[in-house]
């Protein structure tokens, strides 16, 4: 794992300045990549490519990058790994290629020598971002792997320089670099808790979506003039499996996972440098772990952390399935001195506003794991493939109610509750209110009505799960003028009657790309430290693909096929219990420890200053928080995140 950078400019600029941009923006790197790190300068074209490198395969100096084809013709930056690249090499080298090293850096160039870009990057198994400059063509080619495991911005600065990276912190080194907030962006960002592809908090910079490729000649640059394709398309590749779903038995169905996922798995533990495992004790992680240790004899490293609060404590249960399987396991309790620590550090890492509070045990036990191991393997995408979000049959249950009133009522419904502010609801609701609470509606009546109304005013089931699992806000938003949903989820179009198959869909091209795997990544590599996810592989998402729903959710249970699998390696009473995700108790820390920090944020004259926030909005959340009648803490960790980084940043 590594971090690249790059830049193409059409400013005459001498070839020392050239060098020492470069050099600047790798070094903004150095964390994604600590062993090594180089550059690349061309200066009639003006064109530049950085690289910070994580050794992982081929340890010696025939790994270094940026690395030139042995044509001469290619130029490569290359973050993440090809997992298949020796059956490449091989086939490469009954072509005729000759290879110097052991990298797979290496294999890539020869093969796009030979195949072309789209053609090569179809046969590579791997997570990778890489940017590539044709010296003949004199064409930049940026390109990211098919879940988007690996980031990649890329977009311009103010003097119309085009620049690209792994993180955002490389291209602020741009002199001049002057990027205005993105406010579309940033009301995305506070109804999600991460800001969707292919936005960014920056006006002009944007994500490489997940399967794309990126060309830019150098005659186009002035005109900002790219051409983007898709090479591979989650979308498409779930909407083939509808299509032609699995018919085979159900013990077929768990043999081939099985044997899809191992080896998935035994690919990823190929590596010149140690590797180990990430343990919650639930079913993704514990499966990962399983089939890692039914490969080798040696005890493989397992690592997990614990809270003091019970009820966000997994390590018991990774404890005894660690020791089940034989584990050498690792574990660390978490205090919040812990997290306090960590947060001031948080909007450099993330270096966009980002506010999954399990941003905090990831790096905690990221940190911990690179202690003993340089390669960590997780169990991220079970939950998207398998349907096992406990959000999945709670937001079936309100499409279905929701759904018994005809469009055009609960249309009107959801204008007229949501033309009302929460105050005025909440005294036309007052006879309702026991009835709510019932139900276990949270928070105030009028605030649970007017919720109502934006969950009644979707037509189709893909905009209704993006509203139904999005926060909610003030009347108006936290942007003046500025409120939404991200446009992918109308990408769910004509899945009305899969809603399980939908809602998986969804989270693949959004919740898992900018939120999980943004997580992971940045959390990971801020200590040096790789991260696989053996669940992504892109033919084991194929194979989930055509899964029908009986085999993903069976009487109540949801992932039942993977737990069949899993229950091959470990037993059942190990694994059931209720699910309870990778969180912190932020909205305790938020009343008690790190209020102090909370409140120096939100203070009304730093908002009024700032003068991007509704502060009245903010104070009122803050306060409803702190008097204990509601629980914000999703919401206001989301404004704490943004108004960290921008304090940080701007």
């Not at 032609?244 to 996922?261: F, Y």
């Not at 978490?334 to 620590?341: F, G, K, L, N, S």
């Amino acid at each position: 794992m590594c971090g690249i950078a790059g830049y193409i400019t059409a400013h005459a600029l001498p070839l020392s300045e050239l060098k020492e941009i470069a050099r600047r923006m790798t070094v903004s790197l150095v964390h994604r990549g600590p062993d090594d790190g180089g550059i690349w300068v061309d200066e009639k074209p003006g064109v530049s490519l950085g690289h910070r490198r994580l050794a992982v395969l081929d340890l010696s100096a025939l790994g270094h990058q940026p690395m030139i084809s042995a044509d001469g013709r290619y130029v490569i930056v290359y973050n993440g790994e090809v997992y298949n690249f020796r059956g490449l090499q091989r086939e490469l080298e009954d072509m005729g290629h000759l290879f110097r090293g052991g990298s797979d850096t290496e294999v890539i160039l020869a093969a796009v020598v030979e195949w072309g870009i789209q053609e090569a990057v179809q046969r590579f198994v791997g997570m990778f971002a890489f940017g590539l400059w044709d010296r003949t063509d004199r064409k930049l080619y940026l390109v990211r792997d098919r879940l988007g495991i690996k980031p990649l911005y890329y977009g311009w600065a103010s003097d119309g320089t085009f620049l690209f990276g792994s993180e955002l912190k490389a291209f602020r080194t741009w002199p001049g670099f002057n990027n205005p907030v993105n406010l579309e962006a940033l009301a995305l960002f506070f109804r999600h808790n991460y800001i969707p592809a292919p936005y960014t908090i920056y006006r002009h910079i944007r994500k490489l979506p997940q399967g794309s490729i990126l060309v830019l000649s150098q005659c186009d640059v002035a005109d900002r003039n790219v051409k983007l394709t898709t090479y591979w398309s989650v979308e498409d590749v779930w909407k083939q499996g509808i299509r032609e779903p699995w018919c085979g038995t159900d013990k077929d169905a768990a043999d081939t996972l099985d044997e899809a996922l191992g080896k998935a798995v035994r690919m990823r533990l190929v590596a010149d440098v140690p590797v180990g495992a990430f343990l919650s004790g639930g079913i993704d992680s514990s499966l990962v772990a399983a089939l890692m240790q039914a490969s080798t004899t040696k005890p493989v490293r397992t690592f997990t952390i614990g809270f003091a609060e019970s009820e966000y404590d997994e390590a018991p249960h990774a404890r005894a399935v660690a020791k089940h399987l034989g584990t050498d396991h690792t574990e660390l309790y978490v205090t919040p001195r812990d997290a306090m620590e960590l947060i001031p550090k948080i909007p450099t890492l993330w270096d966009e506003p980002f506010a999954d509070s399990s941003q905090i045990p990831t790096c905690l036990v990221s940190q911990m794991t690179r202690d003993h191991v340089t390669v960590a393997l997780s169990g991220d995408g079970g939950d998207e493939l398998f349907s096992g979000y406990t959000r999945y049959p709670e937001t079936l249950r309100l499409w279905k109610m929701a759904a018994h009133l005809p469009g055009r009522i609960r249309r009107r419904a959801a204008k007229c509750l949501c033309m009302l502010s929460p105050e005025v609801l909440d005294i036309i609701g007052m006879p309702l209110r026991p009835i709510l609470r019932r139900l276990g509606a949270p928070g105030p009546t009028g605030r649970v009505l007017h919720r109502l109304g934006e969950l009644s005013g979707p037509d189709t089931f893909g905009e209704f799960y993006g509203w139904a699992n999005s926060h909610q806000l003030p009347p108006g938003g936290l942007v003046p003028g500025k409120d939404g949903v991200s446009p992918a989820f109308a990408r769910a179009s004509g899945l009305d009657k899969t809603p399980w198959s939908a809602m998986s869909l969804l989270d693949l091209i959004t919740y898992l790309p900018d939120d999980i795997l943004t997580k992971v990544d940045r959390a990971s590599m801020a200590f040096g430290l790789e991260a696989r996810a053996p669940v992504l592989d892109h033919r084991v998402v194929a194979l989930a693909a055509g899964l029908p729903a009986a085999l993903k959710v069976r009487n109540g249970e949801r992932k039942w096929l993977l737990r069949q699998v899993l229950y091959r390696y470990v037993p059942r009473d190990l694994i059931e219990r209720t699910k309870m995700g990778f969180g912190v108790p932020v909205g305790q820390w938020l009343r008690d420890p790190l209020r102090e920090w909370a409140e120096n944020l939100l203070d009304e004259k730093r908002l009024h200053r700032q003068g991007v926030l509704v502060s009245d909005a903010v104070r009122c959340l803050w306060t409803e928080h702190l008097s204990g009648r509601c629980n914000h803490q999703y919401v206001l960790w989301s404004i704490l995140m943004f108004q960290a980084w921008l304090e940080t940043w701007q």
